[in-house]
């Protein structure tokens, strides 16, 4: 039998959500491994698997067909296959229309549940009939498995629906293209039906089609497939009857397996052929066209390009040397011939509009970084003449992706998160609507803990172990110090237990199967107008947005051009840091205003006073710096990528800092290899640290061609694709050694490759984000109270919480921070003009926004007199005027806090006006005839006289006794944390100092002896457990002076992992480790720290 | 008008109200130990829900000695305590705890109400005053029998009495009410939730914190709820009980996520329900004719037995001792869930053979030979078949009789009918020789033949997730060579063939 014989027409894949149990690459090996030389995986309403399966394919020697299930209105599903690119075409289209428009509520839907909603965002997609035909140019339709409508008409016994279905299919798709497909699985009872699909396509004149209607690659997996059936019918395994599988025969066959099976029906096994025949599409032939964009008459792309880029470039360059212009028309040269003008037009225009219009500020970076034009359009901020980027890492000629398309780079621009960001994505969509932009989708795969609890759930596990199971380990998978089958031990389920091994095998089966599709955080594709015919689009999950049923990878595969607008959390700090200098009159107002190598700005960043800054604030960062003492930009570029699981596991941290300080000599791999390696490696001392740098070896010592190159570019960035990487290695090492490269040599390079695999930082992307490093770190140093305000105005973001932010500004910054409050306070944190720090009042829990601008305009007309007046005035429910002065903002209207809290109690009505005014006369004319009076009564405050300070006490006026006693210290800090999460005062460790006397502070620690025995406390504020540090946890505590750090080793942290993970406050001995300036404490015993005084603080853990 | 002397002299021969209440505090958790064995010397929290984040509500002295708080979350109170039993509260085992203190708040006042979970007020004012504190405390040796801790509080108003039970060691008797008050914690008043974060944001932390604010302010600020919150503070609250009637029925259950799967932390429990149930009986004044115990297993089976006592019995010790013979003979395929216990009652003495009461001469007997068939033939294979849905063929369970007939289901699609198959049962053991993977003679002790034509095999397969439930099975249809068409299986893992039945 050869593989000629039979050609898989019907297989369906993991990405037929809980239908298939196979990702493609899965079901391509497994086909070429039954030497079926084609294959057609047809997911259900959708094409999402389509690019795996076509680059697997094609690297196994195998024609990936393309097609997909289609629901229709009653529920069935309907298999067709793509004959042409017209058909792609219609069937991306078709299922676009599908899942985007809602549906009429005159047509019937039997897909949908009792009460369902026909336009509700998850509703079953399906096509109406109307719809299958105005888009079957192009398609042949096969009538389908027990899902399709022709079996499902025959199961129940109709025969004439059957038959009218078939017809009708006829009449849709033409005669010539819909075959009866006929599918068998050991079943009893399978015969009879395949007995009358014959019947019927004989009497329709169609022909027969045998497929295998694979759900699965090999018969293992019917497992996965059965615990899917549980998932999608949410029961359990025990429960599930014959909703499940009757056995393990829906996995592919081979052409012998088909023949023996259809042995007395061989035509059925023939038409595959010829079907197979008549299938003249792979997405090889995808014919994805460059966005174009509109220039105004006259002009082309090329020569508006070319205009504008001139034309920036005078205002943006200070002068304008022939080396710069000759770069600039050697880009342009190669753009215009890529045909990649209106690409750029686009990125350019968008950029302008944001910047114009919005006020937003926006940034390229990647590798758009290398480019000159990017850089004069203002698109990047890096300028890559002065930093001697090479435009070629961007874009090139022979840049071809590993399955044959085009290789594009993507722009990535960073704009500030949240609403600007949104703002702009929606513009996006606004102009290229309906269907010119969308989206990137990013798959959503079964991951450790969660894909363990559903199949524990699936087998009927009890609740209480699946709890406990998700409570002890739940912040991620640390296989390196325990394995699941343990975890689950310790989790309640005892080793012997039935159903562990089945539990064990389904988690190991699931792990990395698509679970559902989500959007990218930033990607779009933009096909002006015509997007749904290159890839079918679906709504996403955020109102208002779509996304193309591919991720990244594999638009990038494609060759379609990607721009991610990401949200970044610095950028929108930075953003409103410019802002507020500006309100106050001082400079920066952009970027470009901040002066370059600030001198006290490296100073603070050598000492890692970095609390706050982008990227170089972690615990590992701040610990580097000291060491590494970056001095200009291109150090920080390199501090921002040496601190980064790559790196550290290629062992090139303490080498490149060695080497930066003079401990240890500069080599370049080998000394034979010193010439040809010093001009890739000078920069970095000898150390390959950024992408650019492998790639420039791997052509320089392995003659790399520049795809090959693109091929490791890109290997290594391929999450999802290990035996790529594996491939590309092995190609980079036979290079190698053909070139009698000595096997030292050839090991350190490839060894550096699997370094780089998957974290690798490139050398523009570096710069673009030291930065922002920078520029975050000038204005920490120079515009603190600016940036502290703009910090706590965009939470959460970076390491830190806001608490901890205060208590650093207060601490390294010298920012004196004032509390909440009703008179001062906006809905932000504000800069007073004394520079001092007001906290806004959008930090108080359970305030509305709405109530607030409401207070904010009424005050502006006119201060709050009293606490009666505010009442009166503002439109706080009382739970919000009782959270007010349990913070204290009240605190300028009463004597304190409870003062205030005792009166907003006692609340006037707002028809109680006249009557509050006479009782209060009448009261205060008591006060003043007898002052000695204990007065408790509830009109105390209306009687005070309110002051400038607003302080009544501080006045000297009279104050009456009040019935309730103002806060203690740690009352008003334990009321803070509660009302605020933070507090303007005291750090809460300063209270219980004085019951800690063999503790060591934060900052005293550097003063103490290396290898001496210490003991830390305090809040954790970060528990830290990098993948690649072999079960290390990483644990910072904060107290009044500052943030110690302590490393505890797997086996402490295994023994106390609850202790570690839930305990608010702990107290850790051990010894001390010292290291140019950075102390950290290596645990030796941890234990809870109990002290009422110390509220729960926020902590950044495992991320 | 009553002369003022015959006034005097009529209150005073008119008792004082007086008014007791019985404690059980950290009521669910007591419940929940009197019923498990297995935890007695254990750390044990009790959570509020069985979410993840629900908070810990009551904890044994062992769990607080180690660190657990009330409102740590269950991984919390784990890291505080790496051995701590978790559990949740069981409604049945709280309803039986509640019965039984019921049932000794019966034995000391016929005037009892059942306040709330846990607490029981009694009217003690009949009492002699010299004698209140001794029988109250009298009561407790019978409640520790019954598995219960209580404490005693006895004042002149039922909330009073409440209080004083909460703070006494075990008894607390009040005497004054505003010196008793005062440096009670605010919780004591069961401040409303509403008002809570109030009081506590005024820092008030004893009743005589908020009962040194003035009655109007506190009116005025907090409303009903916080007057009456108010009032409670300052003992200034009365109210007349509502008396409960005494058990009618005589019965208990108890139901669980922790299943049994070993005798005795059931008899555990019924030693329990009997010691109870006897202290309803003689409370009533009646004796036990006949007790019901029905067992509840995993699979839903009910395993249930009515045992007649030869003549009525107070006796908890004898009804321990009946179920225990029964239960001794037991044997259950799945582990127990749900125990039911009811005790049919009568009136000792007067108790009268019935004319169609069995007429067994030994009860107990024949129930014990009941049981020992069970033992014999194995529990499970006592009951009404029922068809599992499953595509095993012929799989089924046996279950109690359902008490009303399902409706038939659809037939199933005309296609799938064939040739009727006539059974072999059980299938006859073959031996069969095969080509290549195709049967090619088969040999049983009634058929040797040669196999002309085969079809198959038709496979099916399943319980693949439990090792020991897990099958598979190719059926082949071969026509013999001598004439007649056989359904031939084989199974896996037993790798046995046989042959099924013969088609007609």
């Not at chain 1, 508006?304 to 770069?327: C, F, G, K």
């Not at chain 1, 502006?860 to 349990?886: G, H, M, Q």
């Not at chain 1, 309730?964 to 100092?993: C, N, Q, W, Y």
């Not at chain 2, 078949?385 to 699609?413: K, M, V």
């Amino acid at each position: 039998m050869s593989m000629s014989d039979y050609v898989e027409l019907h297989a369906s894949s993991a990405f037929s959500f809980l239908r298939g149990a196979s990702d493609p690459e899965a079901l391509v090996r497994a086909a070429q491994a039954l030497a079926l030389g084609q294959l057609a995986v047809l997911d259900r309403d959708g094409v999402y698997s389509a690019p795996r399966t076509y680059s697997t394919a094609r690297e196994n020697g195998l024609v990936a067909r393309v097609g997909a299930e289609i629901t229709l209105a009653d529920g069935s599903a309907l298999p067709v296959l793509v004959k042409n690119r017209t058909g792609y075409r219609n069937l991306c289209k078709l299922i676009t229309l599908a899942k985007l428009n809602p549906r009429s509520p005159s047509v019937r839907v039997e897909g949908l549940a009792p009460g369902e909603d026909p336009h509700a965002r998850k509703r079953p997609c399906f096509a109406t009939w109307e719809e299958l035909s105005a888009h079957a140019e192009g398609l042949i339709a096969l009538t389908g498995d027990e899902d399709g409508p022709v079996v499902r008409a025959l199961a129940t016994g109709d025969l004439p629906t059957a038959a009218a279905t078939v017809h009708r299919l006829k009449t849709v798709f033409g005669a010539d293209n819909v075959y009866v497909e006929v599918q068998r699985r050991r079943l009893r009872g399978e015969n009879v039906r395949v007995q009358l699909l014959a019947d019927l396509a004989a009497a329709q004149k169609i022909p027969l089609l045998a497929t295998s209607g694979a759900r699965y690659a090999i018969p293992e997996d019917r497992i996965v497939a059965d615990a899917f059936v549980c998932l999608r019918h949410h029961t359990t395994l025990d429960r599930a009857g014959r909703l499940l599988s009757a056995n393990s025969e829906r996995h592919l066959r081979s052409a012998e397996q088909m023949h023996e099976l259809f042995a007395d029906r061989p035509e059925a096994i023939a038409h595959t052929l010829r079907v197979a025949d008549r299938l003249d599409f792979t997405l090889q032939n995808l014919d994805y066209e460059f966005p174009s964009f509109p220039v105004p008459p006259g002009e082309s792309m090329e020569s508006y390009l070319r205009a504008i880029a001139y034309r920036a470039a005078d205002r943006r360059l200070r002068h304008r040397t022939p080396e710069v212009n000759e770069q600039i028309e050697k880009e342009l040269r190669l753009i215009a011939k890529l045909n990649f003008c209106g690409y750029f037009l686009i990125v350019w225009d968008i950029c302008k509009w944001a910047r114009e219009s919005r006020g937003t500020l926006i940034q390229g970076r990647g590798s758009a970084a290398n480019s000159a034009v990017c850089y004069v359009l203002g698109i990047t901020a890096v300028n890559p003449m002065e930093h001697k980027l090479l435009f070629e890492r961007f874009l090139s000629e022979g840049r071809v992706g590993v399955d044959g398309n085009p290789s594009w780079p993507d722009v990535d621009l960073d704009l500030p998160s949240g609403d600007r960001r949104e703002d702009v994505i929606q513009e996006i969509y606004k102009r290229y609507q309906p269907y010119g932009a969308a989206m990137v989708a990013n798959v959503i795969t079964y991951r450790g803990r969660s894909t363990t609890r559903e199949m524990g759930k699936v087998l009927g596990l009890p609740d209480d172990i699946l709890n406990r199971f998700s409570s002890l380990y739940a912040n991620g998978d640390f296989p390196q110090t325990i394995g699941l089958e343990d975890q689950l031990r310790l989790s309640g389920l005892a080793k012997t237990h039935s159903r562990l091994p089945t539990l064990l095998a389904l988690s190991h089966k699931l792990k990395g199967l698509p679970r559902h599709l989500g959007q990218h955080s930033g990607g779009m594709v933009l096909c002006p107008g015509h997007l749904h015919t290159v890839v079918p689009l679906e709504p996403a999950s955020m109102e208002g947005r779509t996304i193309v049923q591919w991720d990244k990878d594999d638009c990038e595969n494609l060759g379609l051009v990607k721009i991610d607008f990401l949200g970044l959390g610095m950028m929108a700090v930075l953003q409103e840091t410019f802002e507020l200098c500006a309100a106050r009159g001082q400079s920066p107002a952009v970027f470009d205003d901040i002066p370059h190598d600030d001198p006290e700005t490296y100073k603070m960043i050598l000492e890692a006073k970095t609390v706050g800054v982008f990227q170089i604030e972690s615990r590992a960062q701040m610990s580097t710096l000291p060491r590494f003492k970056p001095l200009n930009l291109y150090d920080l570029a390199m501090q921002v990528a040496i601190v980064r699981p790559g790196p550290i596991v290629g062992n090139l941290v303490h080498p490149l800092i060695k080497r930066r300080n003079g401990e240890e000599e500069v080599d370049y791999i080998d000394p034979s290899l010193t010439e040809r390696l010093k001009p890739i490696l000078e920069r970095t001392k000898g150390v390959i640290l950024f992408q650019e740098q492998m790639l420039s070896i791997s052509m320089t010592l392995a003659g790399f061609t520049g795809g090959e190159a693109e091929e490791l570019r890109r290997a290594m960035g391929f999450t999802k694709r290990p035996d790529r990487l594996a491939n590309i290695k092995a190609k980079l090492r036979a290079h190698l050694e053909e070139r009698a490269y000595a096997a030292a040599v050839i090991d350190k390079i490839v060894e550096a490759v699997s370094a780089f695999a998957f974290y690798g930082f490139p050398e523009s992307h570096a710069i673009s984000f030291a930065l922002l490093a920078y520029a975050s770190s000038w204005l920490k140093r120079h515009r603190a109270p600016e940036f502290y305000a703009s910090l706590l105005n965009n939470q959460p973001m970076g390491f830190y919480s806001p608490a901890t932010l205060l208590q650093d500004a207060r601490r390294h910054c010298g920012i004196k921070v004032r509390a909440v409050c009703a008179q001062h306070s906006a809905w932000k944190c504000t800069v007073e003009p004394d520079s001092a720090l007001r906290i806004g009042l959008n930090y108080v829990k359970g305030i509305r926004e709405r109530a607030v601008a409401h207070m904010l305009a009424v005050r502006a007309e006119k201060p709050f007199s009293t606490l009666n007046d505010f009442i009166a005035r503002t439109e706080f429910t009382a739970p919000e005027r009782r959270a007010l002065a349990a913070v204290g903002a009240l605190n300028t209207l009463a004597p304190h806090r409870r003062a205030a809290l005792w009166q907003v109690e006692a609340a006037w009505s707002a028809d109680e006006t006249l009557f509050r005014h006479f009782a209060v006369a009448e009261e205060f004319a008591e006060f003043r005839t007898d002052d000695s009076r204990k007065y408790a009564s509830s009109k105390t405050e209306s009687v005070l006289p309110s002051t400038a300070s607003g302080d009544p006490a501080a006045t000297g006026v009279f104050a009456p006794t009040l019935p309730l006693k103002p806060m203690t210290l740690s009352e008003r800090i334990a009321a803070d944390f509660a009302g605020l999460s933070l507090t303007a005062g005291d750090h809460p460790m300063r209270l219980v100092r004085a019951r800690l006397p063999d503790v060591t502070c934060a900052a005293d620690l550097v003063v103490e002896k290396d290898g001496q025995e210490v003991t830390i406390a305090g809040s954790v504020i970060c528990r830290q457990r990098p993948g690649t540090a072999k079960g290390v946890v990483f644990i910072s505590l904060e107290d009044e002076t500052g943030i110690a750090n302590a490393i505890v080793y797997a086996r402490l942290f295994e023994s106390l992992r609850l202790t570690i993970t839930q305990e608010p406050a702990l107290r850790i001995t051990g010894k001390l480790q010292h290291k140019a300036g950075v102390a950290h404490v290596r645990a030796d015993k941890i234990v809870p720290l109990r002290l009422g005084e110390l509220p729960e603080q926020a902590s950044h853990d495992f991320h | 008008m009553w002369d003022e002397r015959v006034c005097r002299f009529i209150l005073g021969h008119f008792p004082r109200p007086m008014f007791a209440v019985l404690h059980l505090a950290d009521f669910p958790l007591q419940a929940l130990l009197r019923t498990r064995a297995d935890l007695d010397r254990q750390p044990v929290a009790l959570l509020g829900d069985a979410r993840r984040e629900a908070p810990v509500i009551a904890c044994n002295p062992l769990a607080r000695s180690a660190g657990v708080e009330l409102g740590l979350t269950g991984p919390q109170a784990l890291a505080r305590c790496a051995g701590l039993t978790l559990c949740l509260s069981v409604p049945t085992a709280e309803a039986d705890a509640q019965a039984a203190l019921l049932s000794v708040a019966f034995s000391l006042s016929p005037t009892v109400e059942a306040t709330s979970p846990g607490v029981v007020t009694l009217d003690v004012s009949g009492h002699r005053a010299d004698e209140r504190e001794s029988r109250l405390c009298g009561a407790m040796p019978r409640l520790v029998a019954l598995g219960l801790q209580a404490t005693v509080g006895l004042a002149a108003t039922p909330l009073l009495a409440q209080y004083a039970a909460r703070l006494a060691e075990p008894f607390l008797a009040v005497e004054n009410h505003r010196t008793f008050l005062a440096p009670l914690p605010l919780a004591t008043a069961d401040p409303p939730a509403a008002v809570w974060p109030i009081l506590t944001g005024w820092g008030l932390r004893t009743l005589g914190d908020l009962t040194d604010l003035s009655k109007a302010d506190i009116a005025q600020r907090l409303g009903p709820a916080g007057l009456a919150l108010w009032e409670r503070a300052a003992g200034q609250t009365n109210r007349p009980l509502h008396p409960v009637v005494p058990a009618h029925s005589f019965s208990a259950s108890y139901e669980t996520e922790h299943e049994f799967e070993t005798i005795e932390p059931i008899l555990f429990v019924l030693r329990r329900f009997v010691d109870r149930l006897a202290l309803d009986l003689a409370n009533a004044a009646l004796a036990a004719a006949a007790l019901t115990l029905t067992l509840t297993c995993t699979d839903e089976t009910t395993p249930s037995r009515r045992i007649r006592l030869p003549e009525p019995s107070t006796s908890a010790d004898i009804f321990f001792r009946t179920l225990y013979t029964w239960l001794e003979s037991l044997r259950t395929d799945n582990a127990i869930k749900r125990l039911h216990l009811e005790i049919e009652p009568v009136r000792a003495l007067v108790r009268q053979q019935g004319l169609f009461d069995n007429t067994l001469v030994d009860a107990h007997g024949f129930a014990d030979t009941l049981a020992r068939a069970t033992a014999i033939v194995g529990s499970g294979r006592v009951g009404t078949p029922f068809l599992e849905d499953s595509h095993r063929p012929d799989a089924f369970t046996l279950a109690a009789p359902a008490d009303t007939l399902s409706p038939i289901e659809p037939t199933a699609p005309f296609w799938l009918r064939g040739l009727s198959l006539r059974r072999f049962r059980p299938p006859l053991p073959a031996h069969v020789a095969l080509t290549g993977a195709s049967p090619s003679s088969v040999w049983t002790n009634e058929l040797h033949a040669v196999v002309a034509v085969a079809h198959g095999p038709y496979r099916i397969s399943g319980d693949w997730w439990e090792r020991a439930r897990e099958w598979e099975r190719d059926e082949w249809d071969v026509e013999l060579v001598d004439g007649g068409v056989y359904r031939l299986v084989h199974e896996t893992p037993a790798k046995a063939w046989y042959v099924e039945g013969e088609y007609d």
